[in-house]
């Protein structure tokens, strides 16, 4: 070597430190070099630990280099010493890729759909020895090291090779497992060195506000929830109950000393306590690793990794496995839309905008002060699509309810004129981000079938719940928030002025079955000063008691699947912080406790009778009994299923009962009400009709409906 190699060697600047360092073929056999700081003294030593040579010191700064005692070539070890100790390493540049050229294939094709098996780390045994294999996509940098403690964090002495035809740098780290801290050190085009990045494939994370990303052995985890998976795998998800309690999990509950939950406490509590409501599964607000608590893990820094706030991973796997034995399924709140600009994370990732446009005018989110995913490009795609399947793969999670959709779809979301820039067609569709939801929807369904998706999607685009054949977005079900907007805003209207907003509940059935909807009555309603759902409803207390129990009564007998964000099951009062647990205090007063035994009563009700959830998305499992009863503030309609008994739903919004008010049902005979949100046991006033309305042979029936109240009537 001259000595201008040496020195890049010396300084990390070298190109390719893999021709020069490692066993490499001479004359007369074979000979190594190695980079070893600190050491005065090397031997080579065989993976056996047969001695193989004496180096010779090239350089003070640590290099080393001699001839060897091999009949073949192979990976070594080294016995180093100084003055004051002696130490084996071992040589990494004496082993060769793990990574193959159908690796290389696959993923500049943009279709290799286990970049997680490959990409980040993973402790595997390779060429005689164990250790961890590193790989990370960075195409346009200079160099890229791994580093940590292993090394001391010294980006010259695991300098990794790069795979030209992919852009992906790797190397095999003999001798180090899992627990290892670690982060890659990425020298930009410009040859100036960046923030220290956090690995985007990792799988495990330092707990904030530590950054590094962790070496984790594969999954240990033994699965027994079979029973679980087949029957979604083989059910129409469209036609089955799916009541969701959308969980923060941070703040669901606390332990004793205010701190957060670990997974297998929470599996404690919190599994019995969904499963006694009737939920049939918890949505989980973004658990994927995030620095900032504030953020409710909206800006993710670590897609494939559970955050390090609530244990391993290992114990988020045990959590999603008791649920599944309880008969829950788990959902992950998934942020693909953007990602935050913080230096350890994607931002910037090898000094040029890799995972974001260069653009501002389509990398950068105004609302959010947030970087856009490149959709257009196909690994970012396969990033992206390769994380959806990896949480259903690996952690047997039964949806994504996909984050933020509008903001994806258009390419002016929330931009004025001249801040964004046309699609290729002139138009404002962002159609990247179009062909990138429809990619992940079409292999997240085809190699998952029980697995559902749920987009947050708040405009009139067509066909989000549509199978991507069908010219849609592929979505299994969509946000109806204008559902939620409406119905709120009928509910903090004072009773006298009902009357003259009566389409705030009737309009949405205009549309109801356009898409496959989940009526959502999410976090974003009680946080940022907008109070909880209890101090929207109208009225005094009494009143706003019973406004929210015939809201809820007629949310349940509502077209569309549910969602409740927790707290609002009890009527929690405060609106939510991330800060602190629940109020379960509340629990103790009637009133309270009313609200909880409804939504748990609703919550069985629906799963148990088909003809409320059979046709949620179908507008043969719907009637109108009153549509226009405006002056009286009264709503009245059934819910059918094929074979089932009919259920009606009447809901009487002003604080006044209603005597013999005239119906025209489908069927004559006995009704029998089920659910009456004023019931004694609710905390309501305890008005009905002693359980039994009795209809004429033509379905006329005359019906006591008591004040502010929602009542379901079954068919005999």
Not at 327 to 347: E, K, M, N, R
């Amino acid at each position: 070597m001259n000595k201008a190699e040496i020195s890049a060697l010396i300084k990390g600047k070298h190109g390719d430190p893999f021709a020069v360092l490692g066993v490499h073929v001479a004359d007369k056999g074979f000979f190594a070099r190695a980079f070893i700081p600190g050491a005065d003294k090397v031997e080579a030593l065989t993976l056996a630990g047969r001695p193989a040579g004496m180096l010779d010191m090239v350089d003070k700064a640590g290099l080393f280099e001699g001839m060897l005692d091999l009949d073949k070539q192979q990976p070594l070890r080294y016995l180093a010493a100084n003055a004051g100790a002696a130490w084996t390493i071992a040589d990494p540049y004496s082993f060769g890729p793990v990574m193959g050229p159908m690796d290389d294939y696959y993923i500049a094709e943009g279709s290799h759909l286990r970049l997680f098996d490959k990409m980040g780390a993973h402790k595997i045994h390779h060429e005689g020895a164990d250790g961890v294999h590193f790989a990370v996509w960075a195409p346009n940098a200079r160099r890229v090291s791994v580093v940590g403690l292993f090394n001391q964090w010294d980006g010259r002495r695991h300098m990794m090779r790069l795979r030209r035809d992919t852009g992906i740098w790797e190397i095999f780290v003999p001798d180090i497992g899992e627990d290892e801290p670690y982060k890659f050190e990425i020298v930009g085009a410009n040859g100036k060195i960046l923030p220290l990045k956090a690995d985007p494939f990792a799988f495990r994370s330092e707990l904030r506000p530590a950054t590094a990303s962790i070496t984790t052995a594969p999954m240990t985890h033994e699965w027994h929830d079979r029973k679980h998976r087949d029957f979604w795998a083989g059910a129409d998800i469209r036609r089955q109950p799916i009541s969701i309690y959308e969980v923060h999990a941070g703040s669901w509950q606390r332990d004793e000393h205010g701190e957060f939950l670990h997974w297998d406490a929470m599996a404690d509590r919190l599994i019995p306590y969904a499963a006694e409501m009737g939920f049939t599964h918890i949505e989980f607000l973004p658990i994927t690793e995030f620095p900032y608590d504030p953020s409710w893990g909206y800006q993710t820094t670590g897609l494939y990794a559970p955050t390090a706030r609530f244990g391993e991973p290992e114990a988020f796997a045990r959590f999603v496995e008791g649920a599944h034995k309880a008969g829950i399924g788990v959902i992950l709140d998934w942020v693909p839309a953007h990602f935050p600009t913080d230096d350890h994370g994607l931002s910037r990732f090898d000094g040029t905008a890799l995972y974001e446009h260069a653009d501002p005018r389509k990398g950068f989110h105004p609302d959010w002060n947030t970087a856009i995913y490149n959709f257009g490009r196909r690994e970012v795609m396969s990033f992206l699509v390769n994380n959806a399947l990896f949480w259903a793969e690996k952690y047997h999670l039964d949806g994504l309810r996909v984050d933020a959709v509008a903001s994806m779809l258009y390419l002016d979301y929330s931009r004025k004129d001249g801040e964004w820039l046309p699609n290729e067609k002139g138009g404002r569709e962002n159609l990247e981000a179009v062909e990138f939801l429809r990619k992940m929807n079409k292999e997240l369904y085809g190699h998952h079938p029980g697995v559902m998706t749920i987009a947050e999607e708040s405009t009139s685009w067509p066909k989000v719940s549509h199978p991507v054949h069908e010219d849609g977005l592929g979505f299994g079900f969509k946000w109806n928030m204008g559902f939620m907007h409406d119905t709120l805003r009928y509910m903090a209207r004072e009773p006298i002025h009902r009357r003259y907003h009566h389409n705030d509940i009737t309009f949405g059935l205009l549309y109801a079955f356009d898409e496959n909807f989940v009526l959502p009555l999410s976090h974003d309603e009680v946080v940022h000063g907008k109070g909880s759902l209890l101090n929207k409803m109208a009225g005094d207390d009494w009143q706003k008691f019973a406004n929210l129990r015939a809201y809820y009564a007629l949310m349940w007998g509502y077209p569309g699947k549910k969602l409740l964000f927790m707290g609002q099951e009890f009527a929690q009062r405060a609106e939510w912080s991330e800060e602190r647990s629940l109020d379960w205090h509340l629990l103790d007063a009637p009133a309270h406790e009313g609200v909880r035994r409804l939504v748990r009563d609703l919550n069985h009700i629906y799963r148990d009778r088909p003809a409320l959830h059979a046709r949620d998305c179908e507008a043969e499992g719907f009637r109108w009994v009153v549509v226009d009863d405006a002056v009286n503030s009264v709503f009245a309609w059934e819910r059918h299923a094929p074979g089932e008994r009919p259920i009606a739903i009447i809901s009487n919004m002003p604080p006044a009962p209603r005597h013999d008010y005239p119906l025209r049902l489908s069927r004559g005979g006995t009704w029998r009400e089920i659910i009456n949100s004023d019931a004694a046991i609710y905390g309501g006033s305890n008005m009905g009709n002693s359980g039994i309305i009795t209809a004429a042979d033509d379905g006329y029936a005359r019906i006591t409906l008591p004040p502010l109240s929602t009542l379901m009537i079954e068919a005999g």
